[in-house]
């Protein structure tokens, strides 16, 4: 079947206000549409990016899908929008706003599109109380997040609650690489936050979700993490290596190796290089890959079917990684030629 592409990314077409109009939050976003399709972002009254219709209309998607061979595509903020640095109030208001934008863009064509919202991670209830309405109220299949909250890895113990209610609840979750530590020390242009510091930033988030003890205490947590993992697939040797040396002071959760557990978790395929994905294969299962593009941003996959045929891999893999495993991480079967919401706890 054509794949299912779980990473891409919207921006809606417009934002409201902050909670308290005219506070100037920094970190909130702004659209300017030039009336032609296009429209500049603006974060903190500044430039971010420049985009096109595609980001925020579902219907102009369909045709780029078409072209790449997509059948579905799951629709997850643009990271940038993931707001865990907002003052709370402002936060929660601005990804309601996000969350009911990326549902109405799934009720245009559910056969097609799939959502996955974002919470205000800063205030672990507050992200609770968001989950819920995401999944139970608005019919998302999960949140995405970012690696960090301020600096603080998602491994930390202060976030143990909300994913356990992810857990519970049956909530895919999809780590986007965001806030990238040690861009101090990059030389050149901030775009290499993107291309060098952000697979450095998963890596550490894998890593502590691993140590921290969080995938130990809950296996049945689906969450999958961008960019193939980042740079963590060459960290995971020198963890196994070394395992005997700290296992010992770790949570006393952690029973089993770290290659056990990162076999627990999803990884997509937005690595660019038939190679590079053998090797994601080789070291995480081919039923732990899922197709990921990075739509709609100008660096994005183009071909993910070719990228998995360049890559040697099998027919079973192939179906394994366009469909199955995204069916499974979503929490989705099929039915009847229908795309349903399988069973809640």
Known sequence: MPP?????????????????????VVGWPVMEHDGCGHAKLLISGKPFRT?????????????????MGVER?????????????????????LLRHVNEEIAGMVAVDPSRFVGLGAVPLQDVDLAIAELEIVVRGLGLAGVEIGPNVNGVPIGAACFE?????????????????????????????PLLENIVAYPCEIALAIASMITGGTLARHPALRIAFSHGGGAFALVLARMEHAWPVVAGA?????TETPRAYAQRAYYDTAVFDAGAL???????????????????????ERDPLGLLRRAGLGESAVAAIT????????????????????SRN
Request: with cysteine; glycine share 8%; charged share 25%.
């Open 323 to 342: 469909t199955d495993n995204a069916l499974r991480f979503l929490g989705l079967e099929e039915r009847g030629g229908r795309t349903c919401r399988a």
């Open 73 to 93: 595509q799951v629709l997850s903020p643009m990271p940038e929008l993931l707001s865990h640095w907002l003052p709370t109030e402002d936060a929660a208001r």
């Open 4 to 24: 299912i592409d779980i990473h891409t990314h919207v921006v809606p077409a417009s934002f409201p206000t902050p909670a308290v109009p005219g506070n100037g």
């Open 250 to 254: 770790l949570d006393p959760a952690v």
């Open 51 to 67: 985009l096109d219709e595609p980001a925020w209309n579902p219907r102009r998607r369909a045709a780029d899908m078409t072209q």
């Open 161 to 189: 609650p909300f994913f356990a209610r992810a857990e519970e609840l049956g909530a895919a979750v999809f780590v986007h690489a965001l806030r990238a530590a040690g861009t101090d020390r990059l030389v050149g242009p």
């Open 278 to 300: 053998r090797f994601l294969a080789e070291t995480f299962g081919e039923d732990r890959l899922l197709v990921g593009t990075d739509y709609p941003f100008a660096a994005h």
